[in-house]
């Protein structure tokens, strides 16, 4: 009976993983920067509803949040993640006007704020010659008779 002989080189086939590695590092980074991107539109802000409007047209947006801060009941203005004082808010608009004039502004306030403590981001937006302001809100709500 003659015994098989097995060379080393003819074992099982090799399976190139390199290309599975980039897909999945792009995925990463995609999956990365979409989150980063979302957390300027911050979902615990409570947003009015309206049944009429439209979606918003242009990308990339200048974000300002007006929410309630949890400890203290007062409102926070934040400008994409950033915290900004009511103070500060027209020098740093009129920055973001002087670099781009045309630039879309979406205000988000929280709907348990009056419209006293969003007056002044709208004044500040008016000031700094921000043309295209517009308020957010949710879609939903009852349908007008």
């Not at 309630?68 to 934040?78: A, T």
């Not at 009129?94 to 403590?117: F, H, N």
């Amino acid at each position: 009976m003659k015994l098989r002989t097995y060379r080393k080189g003819s074992g099982a086939a090799h399976v190139n993983v390199t290309p599975l590695i980039d897909v999945v590092m792009c995925l990463i980074i995609f999956y990365l920067m979409v989150g980063h991107l979302a957390a300027g539109r911050s979902s615990s802000i409570n947003l009015p509803t309206s049944t009429t409007g439209r979606p918003a047209d242009k990308a990339g947006p200048i974000v300002i949040n007006v929410g309630v801060d949890e400890k203290s009941g007062d409102s926070v203005v934040l400008i994409g993640t950033e915290r900004v004082l009511e103070s500060q808010l027209p020098t740093i608009l009129k920055g973001m006007s002087e670099i781009s004039p045309d630039s879309e502004v979406q205000i988000r306030a929280d709907r348990s704020l009056g419209y006293g403590k969003v007056a002044p981001v709208l004044a500040a937006c008016r000031d700094a010659g921000l043309l295209s302001v517009k308020l957010v809100a949710a879609k939903g709500g009852k349908k007008p008779l």
